[in-house]
């Protein structure tokens, strides 16, 4: 990162404000049975509809489960969800792109036309139409976020590893490093 990239960063409170979110949110995840005291998963009839109060801070929803609960243990879950699809997304689109870039031909049309493919398609439908055809469960969940998001990363690799293909005499050295 850049000097100027950093002076900006620090003078914008609203990245501050969203760092300060997303460390939040992780931390509560991260500490979920310090800062839950109840199960998200037990049923208590008796307590259903509960408005929040200091046993549950939340309020309870219709089976009695803390909502407090169930939102901060949830959380646990979908960040579990984005980093594991993201890293799949990043290793497939990086592999992919940057075999094509270096490879070219052939290779370079199929990985590109195939990412084309990919990305024409409404994201959510093409999920939901991967879900009908799988048996979902998380990990099916995460390697389909995954296998979808690869075609946005692919063309960023492809353009870095073609130009080292055949480099003009001023890209040579940036390539061999």
């Given at each position: 990162m850049n000097e100027?990239?950093?002076?900006?960063?620090?003078?914008?409170l609203r990245a501050w404000f969203g760092i300060g979110v997303v460390v939040v949110?992780?931390?509560?995840?991260?500490l979920?049975?310090?800062?839950?005291?109840?199960?998200?998963l037990e049923i208590d009839l008796v307590n259903q509809l509960q408005g929040p109060s200091t046993a549950h801070w939340l309020g309870?929803?219709?089976?009695?489960?803390?909502?407090?609960a169930r939102l901060v243990y949830g959380s646990r879950v979908s960040?579990?969800?984005?980093?594991?699809?993201?890293?799949?997304?990043?290793?497939?689109?990086?592999?992919?792109?940057?075999?094509?870039?270096?490879?070219?031909?052939?290779?370079d049309e199929l990985v590109m036309r195939?990412?084309?493919?990919?990305?024409?398609?409404?994201?959510?439908?093409?999920?939901?139409?991967?879900?009908?055809?799988l048996q979902p469960s998380l990990t099916v969940v995460f390697f389909m976020i995954g296998v979808v998001g690869w075609a946005g990363m692919a063309p960023s690799s492809f353009v870095s590893s073609s130009s080292c293909r055949r480099p003009r005499r001023s890209a040579r050295a940036t390539c061999a490093s």
């Amino acid at each position: 990162m850049n000097e100027r990239v950093k002076r900006a960063l620090r003078r914008d409170l609203r990245a501050w404000f969203g760092i300060g979110v997303v460390v939040v949110i992780v931390l509560l995840a991260l500490l979920a049975p310090l800062v839950s005291h109840h199960d998200p998963l037990e049923i208590d009839l008796v307590n259903q509809l509960q408005g929040p109060s200091t046993a549950h801070w939340l309020g309870t929803d219709i089976q009695g489960r803390d909502v407090w609960a169930r939102l901060v243990y949830g959380s646990r879950v979908s960040l579990t969800a984005g980093i594991v699809s993201q890293a799949i997304a990043l290793l497939l689109g990086l592999s992919l792109g940057l075999l094509a870039g270096y490879k070219g031909g052939w290779v370079d049309e199929l990985v590109m036309r195939l990412a084309d493919v990919t990305l024409a398609f409404p994201t959510l439908l093409l999920l939901i139409a991967m879900a009908a055809a799988l048996q979902p469960s998380l990990t099916v969940v995460f390697f389909m976020i995954g296998v979808v998001g690869w075609a946005g990363m692919a063309p960023s690799s492809f353009v870095s590893s073609s130009s080292c293909r055949r480099p003009r005499r001023s890209a040579r050295a940036t390539c061999a490093s």
